[in-house]
């Protein structure tokens, strides 16, 4: 007959990736041309909500730009706040619930264009989210084997190997 134990672990019980793309824009005074954007100071964090993981965050969008005709550049500051929800499978019934959510691709701006006095962006970001809960594994322990005994054997003592006669023999 098998012995069961139980085993309660912390383990992934969900995971995913998820690519976000955002489109935003700023007001700027006659821009002419648009010569570089980047982003910087990602934050972000995850909250369970029923089945679901709303993750938010923010970042820094810097825009460089020229205007007046290309004779002067500028830089625009903005920081975006954004709000993700994402639906994981599996989670019903799962206790202990640690949220872990990864960047696995930095926000990037992958598109910029002016119209009029606005800049318009599209931003480009990807999310891994691990779900870890507290799970119960059953496994089949083998019966102990009994312990053997150990026969004690009968030591020599000092007396038995002392010769007395040892200087002697050799001479």
């Known amino acids: 007959m098998a012995n069961y134990r139980e085993i309660v672990t912390k383990a992934i019980v969900s995971k995913g990736k998820k690519l976000f793309t955002s489109e935003n824009s700023v007001v700027v005074e006659n821009p002419s041309t648009i010569l570089g954007c980047w982003i910087i100071n ?16 923010n970042y820094d969008v810097n825009i460089w730009y020229s205007y007046d ?13 954004y709000q993700e929800i994402v639906h994981m499978r599996d989670v019903e019934g799962v206790s202990g619930e640690e949220i872990m959510v990864r960047s696995l691709k930095q926000p990037n701006c992958v598109k910029a264009e002016i119209q009029g006095n606005t800049i318009h962006y599209v931003v480009e970001k990807e999310l891994g989210i691990e779900l870890l809960g507290d799970v119960k594994v059953k496994v089949e322990t083998a019966e102990e084997d009994p312990w053997d005994d150990i026969a004690e054997e009968k030591s020599q003592g000092p007396d038995d190997t002392i010769r007395e006669n040892f200087i002697e023999e050799t001479i």
């Open 69 to 81: 005709n290309d004779s002067k550049t500028n830089v625009v500051k903005e920081v975006d706040h």
């Open 42 to 57: 990602h934050n972000f964090h995850g909250v369970k909500k029923g089945n679901d993981i709303q993750i938010e965050g």
